[in-house]
C-alpha cells in the first residue's frame, strides 16, 4: 500500500428518483472516481460521517457503501481510521473518458464461473516447500529429466489419485503439463497421429476447450446435455470430452446408465474431472477412468484449487497413448518446470494439499449457501441449478428473458458475469446467468445479489 495521501473531497450525485438504493449509487461514484483517476492509491477517503452530513444521507449508507467496495477490493479499511484507496490494476486505462471504457478490464464483481479465490493461494506452505526442494534437489535434478514430467511428482501423484479419486493411477502412465489447457491438446495431437479427425464435446460446455481442440487439428462437434448429463447415444466422433463428475456449466452428474452407455462406446474419452474436488451435499463420484482405464484420458490440474499462475496439469493415459502424448510435450518445450513440480509433490506427501481443500471447502460451502439464500429469496422468479458442487450455480432466469440484454446490463455496472448461451454450440432460448462464487467474498453476496436483483 502507497504512502497515504491527504483525505479529499468527494463528489457524488444521488438521485432520490433512481431505482437504486443510494447506498449503490455512492459505490458507484466512488469506484467511478478510482477508475478515473481522481482517487489515486493510498488516498484516504472522507469518514463516514463527514461524507454522510455532505451527501445529505444517512451514515448507514455511507459505512454500507464502504463495506461493499471494501469487500470488493477497492479500498482498505481500517479500525479507527479512514478507508483507503487500494492500488488500481495495471490495466485500467486512467485516461478514460467514461466507466465503461474499462467494464472488462476492472470489473467491480468477477462472478466468472472457473475463477477460483486467489488470496486463498497458501502463500507460505508454497513458499516452504520451494525452499525445501531448492536446497534437497540434486544438480540432476535441474536437467531436462523425463519427458513425462519429474518423476517424484508423478509419484506422489499416482498415489493421492488412487486414494481421493480412486483412480487407477501408476506413475509410468501419468504426464505432467503446463495446465489442463495443455493436457488436453497434447491428447488431441496424439489422437491426430493416430487418425482421430473429429471430437465431440458437452453443449453446452466450457468454451475455452473447442478453441484447444480445433488447434490441435481436429473438428469439435455438440452433443446435447440434459438433467442425466450428455446422451451417449448421439456421439459421432472418435472422442469425446466429457465432465462427467459434475458437468459445466449445468452442474449435472453423468447418471449410472449413461456412463455405462459411455464406456460401452467405441471412442476415447477424454474425462476433465472438474471440480470434483469441490463437492458440498452428495457423496464423491468415481472416475470413468478406473472403470474403464484402457479408453479413458483422465485430465487435472492445480488451476482452481491452488491458482492458475503455476501452470500445472496432469494427464493418466492408456499405456499406449502416454508414450505419444509424452513425445508431442517433448517436442512442444522440452519438459515442464521440474521445481514447481517437485514443491507440489512435497504439498502433497506433508498433507498440505489435502489440508487446504479442507479449507477452502468449507469456505466456498459457506459462500455458496449464502449466495443460494439470497437468491432464492430476492428473485423467486428465478430457478438455482448445479449447486452440489463445484464453484458456480445455474441462475435460470424466467421464460422470455433476453439474457444477453441482462448481461450487458451488468456488464454495465461493472460485473462481469457469462450468460448460457456462452457456453453453447448451438444457442437455445433457455436464459440463465452461470454465476461464479470463487471470487465472490461473503460479504460482498449480499450487494451482488442487490445488483442482480434490479437487473433481471
Same mark, same amino acid.
Given at each position: 500500500m502507497p504512502t497515504n495521501r491527504a483525505t479529499l473531497e468527494l463528489f457524488a450525485a444521488l438521485d432520490r428518483s433512481r431505482p437504486e438504493p443510494l447506498r449503490a449509487q455512492l459505490e458507484d461514484a466512488i469506484c467511478a472516481a478510482i477508475t478515473g483517476g481522481g482517487l489515486p492509491p493510498g488516498t484516504r477517503l472522507p469518514a463516514s460521517r463527514s461524507l454522510a452530513e455532505s451527501l445529505h444521507v444517512s451514515r448507514g449508507v455511507v459505512s454500507e457503501a464502504y463495506a461493499q467496495i471494501a469487500a470488493e477490493g477497492w479500498i482498505e479499511v481500517r479500525h479507527g481510521a479512514a478507508?483507503?484507496? !487500494?492500488?488500481?490494476?495495471?490495466?485500467?486505462?486512467?485516461?478514460?473518458?467514461? &466507466?465503461?471504457? $474499462?467494464?472488462?478490464? *476492472?470489473?467491480?464483481?468477477d462472478l466468472t464461473a472457473t475463477a477460483p479465490d486467489l488470496s486463498a493461494f497458501p502463500r507460505r506452505a508454497w513458499a516452504a516447500a520451494l525452499r525445501k526442494v531448492l536446497a534437497e534437489m540434486p544438480d540432476a535434478a535441474l536437467d531436462?529429466?523425463?519427458? !513425462?514430467?519429474?518423476?517424484?511428482?508423478?509419484?506422489?501423484?499416482?498415489?493421492? &489419485?488412487?486414494? $481421493?479419486?480412486?483412480? *487407477?493411477?501408476?506413475?509410468?502412465?501419468?504426464v505432467i503439463t503446463s495446465g489442463y489447457t495443455q493436457g488436453l491438446w497434447l491428447a488431441c495431437r496424439a489422437l491426430k497421429r493416430r487418425g482421430a479427425t473429429r471430437v465431440a464435446v458437452e453443449d453446452p460446455s466450457l468454451d475455452d476447450a473447442w478453441g484447444t481442440i480445433r488447434s490441435a487439428g481436429l473438428e469439435v462437434v455438440g452433443v446435447p446435455v440434459d438433467e442425466h448429463g450428455i446422451d451417449p447415444s448421439r456421439l459421432d466422433a472418435d472422442a469425446v470430452l466429457v465432465t462427467p463428475a459434475h458437468q459445466f456449466p449445468t452442474g449435472a452428474v453423468l447418471s449410472p446408465e449413461r456412463r455405462r452407455a459411455l464406456l460401452a462406446w467405441g471412442g476415447i474419452v477424454l474425462e476433465d474431472d472438474y471440480d470434483s474436488e469441490y463437492r458440498y451435499d452428495r457423496a464423491p463420484v468415481g472416475t470413468l477412468q478406473r472403470l474403464a482405464p484402457d479408453r479413458v484420458v483422465y485430465l487435472g490440474t492445480t488451476s482452481k484449487t491452488l491458482?492458475?499462475?503455476?501452470?500445472?496439469?496432469?494427464?493418466?493415459?492408456?499405456?499406449?497413448?502416454?508414450?505419444?502424448?509424452?513425445?508431442?510435450r517433448w517436442a512442444v518445450d522440452s519438459g515442464g518446470p521440474a521445481i514447481n513440480a517437485r514443491a507440489y509433490a512435497r504439498l502433497i506427501a506433508t498433507g498440505e494439499v489435502d489440508r487446504h481443500l479442507r479449507r477452502t471447502r468449507r469456505e466456498y460451502r459457506e459462500r455458496r449457501d449464502l449466495l443460494v439464500e439470497a437468491l432464492t429469496r430476492q428473485l423467486p422468479s428465478c430457478t438455482v441449478d448445479g449447486v452440489a458442487a463445484g464453484l458456480h450455480l445455474l441462475l435460470r432466469?424466467?421464460?422470455?428473458?433476453?439474457?444477453?440484454?441482462?448481461?450487458?446490463?451488468?456488464?454495465?455496472?461493472r460485473i462481469r458475469v457469462n450468460g448460457l448461451n456462452t457456453y453453447r454450440l448451438a444457442p437455445k432460448d433457455e436464459p440463465a446467468l452461470v454465476i461464479g462464487y470463487g471470487r465472490l467474498s461473503k460479504p460482498a453476496i449480499a450487494g451482488a445479489v442487490d445488483q442482480l436483483e434490479l437487473t433481471v
Open positions: 478507508p483507503v484507496v !487500494r492500488a488500481v490494476p495495471a490495466n485500467i486505462k486512467r485516461d478514460s473518458p467514461s &466507466l465503461c471504457s $474499462v467494464v472488462a478490464e *476492472a470489473p467491480r464483481l531436462y529429466g523425463d519427458p !513425462r514430467g519429474d518423476d517424484e511428482l508423478r509419484t506422489e501423484l499416482a498415489a493421492y &489419485l488412487v486414494r $481421493v479419486r480412486g483412480a *487407477a493411477a501408476s506413475p509410468e502412465d501419468l491458482a492458475p499462475a503455476l501452470r500445472l496439469g496432469w494427464l493418466l493415459a492408456p499405456k499406449d497413448l502416454t508414450e505419444a502424448i509424452a513425445q508431442e432466469l424466467p421464460p422470455g428473458t433476453d439474457e444477453d440484454a441482462v448481461v450487458r446490463r451488468l456488464a454495465e455496472r
